[in-house]
Nanobody, 122 residues
C-alpha cells in the first residue's frame, strides 16, 4: 500500500520555524516530483512548494518564497519543507503530495498524505 506520511507539525510562536517531513512507503517516489500544499479552514488547498525528482529544480508560491525551502532525500524516500518567520496566517493543515512531473495544481497530484497541523500563535 502506497503511503505518504507527514510529520513535524505543531504549535509554534510567530517568528518561529518548523521543519516538516513527508516519508513515503510502499513504493519509491524517487522518480516523482513532490509537492507541499496547505489548507486552512474554509479555504481551498493552496500550493506552497514543489521539487523535481532529482532535487535540482524547486518551485515556490509567492506567499512563502524566501520563508520556505523544499528539499528531498531520495535514499530515504522523504521530502522536507523548512519553514521560517512563521506567521499566524500560516496556520493550516499541511499536506505533501507526489506525481510524475511538477505541478502547482492540487488536482494534478495522484498521491497524498493525510496532513499535519501547523498552528502559529501570535
Amino acid at each position: 500500500q502506497v503511503q505518504l506520511v507527514e510529520s513535524g507539525g505543531g504549535l509554534v510562536q510567530a517568528g518561529g520555524s518548523l521543519r516538516l517531513s513527508c516519508a513515503a512507503s510502499g513504493r519509491t517516489f524517487a522518480s516523482y516530483a513532490r509537492g507541499w500544499f496547505r489548507q486552512a479552514p474554509g479555504k481551498e488547498r493552496e500550493f506552497l512548494a514543489a521539487i523535481n525528482w532529482s532535487g535540482g529544480r524547486t518551485y515556490y508560491a509567492d506567499s512563502v518564497k524566501g520563508r520556505c525551502t523544499i528539499s528531498r532525500d531520495n535514499a530515504k524516500n522523504t521530502v522536507y519543507l523548512q519553514m521560517s518567520s512563521l506567521k499566524p496566517e500560516d496556520t493550516a493543515v499541511y499536506y505533501c503530495a507526489a506525481r510524475d512531473t511538477y505541478s502547482d495544481r492540487a488536482p494534478a497530484y495522484e498521491h497524498w498524505g493525510r496532513g499535519t497541523q501547523v498552528t502559529v500563535s501570535s
